[in-house]
């Protein structure tokens, strides 16, 4: 599973910083440690930033404990080796932590880091750890797309208004509800990957980069 760091705070709040979402302080299932550095830093709320770079990781006897100031989860040994094992960013099955509005925010944050880095990298190519990041960045764009439409219903074209339990994720969904079909989900999935696999195939050359 690739390793990358969080996206910056979009200036959006997590579920950690309200009552009425799930891992409020107490803590939460993370499926990851991707996961739980993402919600942290979502959780540190507006100019956070990359919060969760300074989080506490603690072992336990069945999994991880990560806390940053008051916001924590708990990331079970079993849930982070399905991750790895299946290759899987974000963890298997829907998340507990960070709800669909989220996820969208999320993709869209990746999505900007890799075009703007994109342009940095066209000037100067010769960065594999740049090459590596922005590759890292449209894959998790994608990945965090797909979080997103896990939580559309088999027989339903959007998402429904209940799976909207965190404030920025419902302020999302009110400024622009056509963002969280089914159709347009899929189509930034679409573009995200097609994004991904052209500049694979524009900058991997012969010097067999990943």
Not at 3 to 23: F, L, N, T, V
Not at 26 to 46: I, M, Q, T
Not at 190 to 202: P, W
């Given at each position: 599973?690739?390793?990358?760091?969080?996206?910056?705070?979009?200036?959006?709040?997590g579920a950690a910083a309200h009552a009425d979402g799930p891992?409020?302080?107490?803590?939460?299932?993370?499926?990851?440690?991707?996961?739980?550095?993402?919600?942290?830093?979502?959780?540190?709320?507006?100019?956070?930033?990359?919060?969760?770079?300074?989080?506490?990781?603690?072992?336990?006897?069945?999994?991880?404990?990560?806390?940053?100031?008051?916001?924590?989860?708990?990331?079970?040994?079993v849930a982070e080796a399905e991750a790895r094992r299946e290759?899987?960013?974000?963890?298997?099955?829907?998340?507990?932590?960070?709800?669909?509005?989220?996820?969208?925010?999320?993709?869209?944050?990746?999505?900007?880091r890799a075009l703007e880095a994109a342009l940095f990298f066209?000037?100067?190519?010769?960065?594999?750890?740049?090459?590596?990041?922005?590759?890292?960045?449209?894959?998790?764009?994608?990945?965090?797309?797909?979080?997103?439409?896990?939580?559309?219903?088999?027989?339903?074209?959007?998402?429904?208004?209940?799976?909207?339990?965190?404030?920025?994720?419902?302020?999302?969904?009110?400024?622009?509800?056509?963002?969280?079909?089914?159709?347009?989900?899929?189509?930034?999935?679409?573009?995200?990957?097609?994004?991904?696999?052209?500049?694979?195939?524009?900058?991997?050359?012969?010097?067999?980069?990943?």
């Amino acid at each position: 599973m690739a390793d990358r760091e969080s996206p910056a705070d979009p200036g959006e709040q997590g579920a950690a910083a309200h009552a009425d979402g799930p891992g409020f302080p107490g803590g939460g299932l993370a499926r990851s440690l991707v996961e739980a550095h993402v919600y942290l830093d979502l959780a540190a709320g507006p100019g956070g930033g990359r919060a969760a770079e300074h989080a506490v990781l603690s072992e336990e006897e069945d999994g991880w404990r990560v806390t940053l100031d008051n916001a924590e989860v708990f990331v079970p040994y079993v849930a982070e080796a399905e991750a790895r094992r299946e290759d899987l960013t974000f963890g298997s099955g829907v998340s507990e932590l960070i709800d669909p509005g989220q996820w969208v925010l999320i993709a869209g944050t990746y999505a900007r880091r890799a075009l703007e880095a994109a342009l940095f990298f066209a000037a100067d190519p010769s960065s594999d750890e740049r090459y590596m990041g922005i590759v890292a960045d449209w894959r998790f764009a994608a990945d965090a797309v797909v979080e997103a439409l896990k939580f559309v219903p088999d027989d339903a074209d959007t998402l429904p208004e209940a799976s909207f339990w965190t404030e920025s994720g419902r302020e999302a969904h009110e400024r622009e509800p056509a963002r969280f079909t089914r159709v347009r989900m899929e189509s930034d999935l679409a573009y995200y990957r097609a994004a991904l696999d052209d500049f694979v195939r524009l900058h991997a050359g012969d010097d067999e980069r990943p």
